[in-house]
């Protein structure tokens, strides 16, 4: 659902979050009013189609662009202070809202990350090449749960990413992080382990 695709192995490219957050603040208000969970952008200028604006996806470019924000020149770090700010006047003012697209979001990402760890332990050679992109689901359930809004994710929830933690555990080798080497600081190993290495294959 028109997914950021740019994440995995190779270079991050900081202009493409800039678009996109500058497209969701722009759009996050009828975001948060409809019933949708993923919500198309404009693109703007002739620049290439944006992601989809999901919850999810808008705390992963957020978190990417505060790892790069002093390296962005003068007019990108302004234009990313201006959407920031309007984003988070808007998630002040609905956080009830905020709160049940949260809920049902994580239990999309709870799903697909299953749907890979059970692909990893039916075809572990061709999962394990996919694991820099795949791994974005739980960097995302990571991120949503860490919300001041996620007060809707209930024990059960929390139970089963738990349970699917110990399942990638069994067979996940510790190594260099998987993703632009730019984005350690904002992506603690003490808290995205799963970032820090690969699934070990026979």
């Not at 740019?6 to 208000?29: K, N, S, T, V």
């Not at 993923?38 to 703007?44: G, R, T």
């Not at 090449?129 to 919300?147: G, H, I, N």
Request: glycine share 4%; hydrophobic share 45%.
């Amino acid at each position: 659902m028109g997914e950021d695709t740019h994440q995995g192995r190779g270079i991050y490219f900081p202009d493409r979050d800039l678009a996109f957050l500058q497209g969701a603040a722009r759009e996050f208000e009828n975001y948060l009013l409809s019933q949708e969970i993923y919500w198309p952008l404009e693109s703007q200028h002739g620049r290439p189609a944006l992601p989809f604006l999901s919850m999810g996806g808008l705390l992963l470019a957020m978190v990417r662009l505060r790892a790069v924000c002093r390296s962005l020149s003068d007019p990108d770090a302004e234009a990313f202070q201006r959407s920031a700010a309007r984003l988070a006047a808007l998630r002040a003012r609905w956080a009830s809202v905020m709160a049940r697209k949260i809920a049902t979001e994580a239990r999309s990402h709870l799903n697909l990350w299953h749907s890979f760890l059970m692909d990893l332990a039916e075809s572990p050679h061709s999962a394990a090449d996919r694991y820099p992109q795949d791994v974005r689901e739980r960097v995302l359930l990571s991120l949503l749960a860490t919300q001041p809004e996620s007060t809707l994710l209930d024990a059960a929830h929390r139970r089963a990413v738990a349970e699917l933690d110990r399942e990638l555990r069994l067979r996940f080798r510790e190594g260099e992080f998987v993703w632009d080497s730019r984005l350690t600081s904002v992506f603690p190993r003490s808290d995205f382990w799963f970032l820090y290495g690969q699934p070990a294959v026979p």
